[in-house]
């Protein structure tokens, strides 16, 4: 690169970047022509945004556990710094006390059995908490979301492609990159940097090529669509790769002066819900880091989240972190303190590269749940929507879900700053930290380009998501149920060429995935939403009922009882008022924003159910739909009885009610399809579990049953030898037989009277075939014993009695037995004659033939 062009580069890079509008339709369209085309491409919000959601399962818990990691320095957060929030009843140590977790449903309210109260708001005192959120970033009016901008960013709800943007960090050092005017948002590598100057260098093309140290633009141009798709329902992941030291926290996280995406986003969200008037939202954050490949909870106290790593449980789509904290925010101030918590117990080191580098991947999750608003949320307790356009058959008839029936749409905002990937370090535990950090990055790049392949030619090859922690987490994003914003950070000196190239590679190939996010809508009794409403419906009802019998009951009680019951009373009310607050509204949002009296309230939610209790669950939703299926033969019943118009009534008239019988309609539909989907998670997730455990069990009965037949083989086969070896003995024994029998004829046909002691019968000898014998045929038990599997009499095709073994010899073992050797197996001496005259041997000998016959 010449001095100048170095310069004038050095120059265009320093310098901060006005917002860049996405997608223009030519490289040089006014910025209206932008906005005008943005607004054709995309969907206009509808007032009130659609429903989805998936439901999940769990259990909440409300927690007030913050005690920072002391090992690690608190980086400075765009929300600002507050000094923490002082909780009451704090102990001399710093620790807060522990609150247990919400009663799941069906259990009695935690004020009638305060030892069991899993969730106690009452210990977080609001006037502690108190934050004026606005002070955090003053000058970023979130008012900037209006309709129309609304409806520019949304235009990205229609890309099925990654949203994939450079950020070249502005450095002083000489440039080896270079951001041509003449090809809008690309950069190429100066000609003179190529290794053959015969190749013009390659021009990379993305979605946004952004210079400079503005935040707020870049958070405009590649952040605030998706923040929005994930209100408006969609799943959202926006990350940021590249290599050490190149601006990832500063991109995602920011200073004081430049706050970065996620406190931009979180104030967004409040935004958004201020300009929301028709629905009411419940928010849950959590916070975790991938560290050496282990996931680590980084809102849960430093000791548990150490002994107690975050396990990813389920398969595909549908994954499970657990256990993970999950708390309420209800204002900037708590999401602020969330942050703060989890950004001090990041882990952070210095590298030669950055003093302040991150060791992890950081995962910073919003869970946005909301829903349309009642009738009833605003006086009294909520009953649910009557039904438009139907009259109940009975008085206080059927409601459309006057307990749970309205939808609920969940999505997920991920929001993730990878670890950088780097060279071999000075520093043995950095060099150590670094090995996990490139291993999960080459996977993450081997995943996105067998995505892209398989995107790009529309092959189904198999995705190594399970190779590192990284990708199985984002194994549901990346998989296409998620709009993906990706901004590749790098460093473009001219000592970084390499480190870069690679990391615009990366950036090309992601470019490539296809994605297809969805929203569905569902109807979720069970999201934490409901059960806050449900909760304060059943608290109101008591409060009720206590009131309406105080007057006869405080005749009978004591002082003291009084007092107490008065108490009680005053629980019911403050958790009734503490649970309503906890439901943010665009009026609660504008309240907050008055009174800053919203507190912040941790929450703990963890997945971990078994497999039995999601059993029940899903029992519970069957009865529920059946219900619901219920209800909907009588609306119909009660649709079809409706007296009919008058002839002469006018026609709008007749159109009105028809319209309003049709919405009554697929209103119920949607109800009864919502069930079926929320069915279908649970159900797959059953069916997965129980198909498992089956598949294990009968694999492990094929392996014992082909041990037993191997084994029963095994003893056909010793049987065989064993019986060949008792035929040779009978032979034996009937040859030793007919020689005694011969030889007493003979005998006695010398006429010599038999001497008093007869030829000695044959016993077996040490040493002799007989102990060979045995000694083989225990050697054999007791192998058979250490080498054959255990089965019982009954399976087995012998039986086997350990008294019933007699001694046998295999054809082999029998071959071996040289000497079969007889006690006082002498030569056999010659009866004496009757005169005294030596035995004629010649005669005896063709009696007796061989002696080698007997062996
Ligand atoms: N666009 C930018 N404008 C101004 N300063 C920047 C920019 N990008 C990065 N920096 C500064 O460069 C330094 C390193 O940045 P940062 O910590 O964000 O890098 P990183 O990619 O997150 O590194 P690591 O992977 O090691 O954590 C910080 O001091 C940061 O403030």
Known sequence: MSSSSSSSAASRLARPVPFTPKRPLSANASSDDLTAAR??????????????????????????????????KVKPLGLGSVPPTPIR????????????????????????????????????????????????????????????????????????????????????????????????????????????????????????????????????AVARSHVCA?????????????????????????????????????????????????????????????????????????????????QIQGTGANIILTPLREEVVTSLKSVREVLQRGEGNRRTASTDWNERSSRSHSVFRVVIESRERGSGDDNGPPSGRTTPGFRPPTPGGPRLQARGGRSVQTSVLSLIDLAGSEKATSDKERTREGKYINTSLLTLGTVIATLAENSAKNKNDHVPFRNSKLTRMLQPSLSGNARISVICTINPDTSAIGESTSTLLFAQRIKRVQLNAQKKEVVDTEALLERYRKEIEDLKKRLAEREAEAPVRTRRLSAREQLEESRAMNDLNTRIKQLTKLILTSQTVDESRGDQSRPSSPTKIDFDMSPYQLQQELLGARRHIETQEQQILSLEAALSARPELPADAPESEKDRLIAEQAKTIRELEIVVRGYEDNLGEPLRAVREDVEKEWMEKLEKE?????????????????????????????????????????????????????????????????????????????????????????????????????????????????????????ENDGPILPPPTKNGDPFKPSGLRDVLGERGNLS
């Open 230 to 310: 994930a209100m408006d329902g969609y799943n959202a992941v926006v990350f940021a790769y590249g290599q050490t030291a190149s601006g990832k926290t500063f991109t995602l996280t920011g200073d004081e002066d430049q706050p970065g995406i996620i406190p931009r986003a979180m104030k967004d969200i409040f935004s958004y819900i201020r300009r929301t008037p028709a629905r009411e939202y419940l928010l849950r954050c959590s916070y975790l880091e991938i560290y050496n490949e282990t996931i680590h909870d980084l809102l849960a106290p430093p000791s548990s989240s150490v002994t107690q790593p975050v």
């Open 702 to 822: 094929v392996r014992r049953r082909e041990e037993k037949e191997a084994w029963a083989d095994e003893l056909v086969k010793q049987l065989e030898k064993e019986k060949k070896a008792r035929l040779k003995l009978e032979d034996e024994r009937q040859a030793l037989a007919s020689f005694v029998k011969r030889f007493d004829t003979l005998w006695l046909s010398t006429g010599v009277p038999l001497p008093s002691t007869k030829l000695n019968p044959p016993m077996p000898t040490p040493g002799g075939a007989a102990s060979i014998f045995a000694e083989r045929q225990r050697t054999r038990i007791v192998s058979s014993e250490v080498d054959m599997p255990t089965v019982a009499e009954t399976d087995s095709p012998l039986r086997i009695g350990t008294g019933m073994v007699e001694p046998s010899l295999l054809e082999e073992e029998w071959d071996d037995v040289k000497d079969v050797s007889f």
């Open 89 to 220: 009843g704090q102990s001399a140590d710093g620790s807060r006390p522990k609150t247990p977790s919400t009663p799941r449903r069906g259990t009695d309210s935690p004020f009638l059995q305060p030892s069991m109260s899993e969730m106690d708001v009452s210990r977080i005192d609001p006037e502690e908490a108190l934050v004026d959120f606005q002070t955090v970033e003053p000058g970023d009016v979130s008012a900037e979301i209006d309709e129309s901008t609304l409806e520019a960013l949304n235009g990205y709800g229609k890309e099925d492609k990654v949203l994939v943007s450079i950020r070249v960090k502005p450095t002083e050092a000489a440039l080896a990159w270079e951001i041509p005017n003449t090809i809008p948002k690309s950069i190429k590598l100066e000609q003179q940097y190529t290794k053959s100057s015969a190749t013009p260098p390659q021009d990379f093309r993305f979605d946004e090529v952004l210079t400079g140290s503005d935040n707020k633009s870049m958070y405009n």
């Open 39 to 72: 607004a054709t491409r995309s969907t206009a919000i509808p007032s009130t945004p659609t429903i989805l959601g998936s439901a999940k399962k769990y259990k909440a818990a409300l927690s007030s556990e913050s005690r920072a990691r002391t090992t690690s």
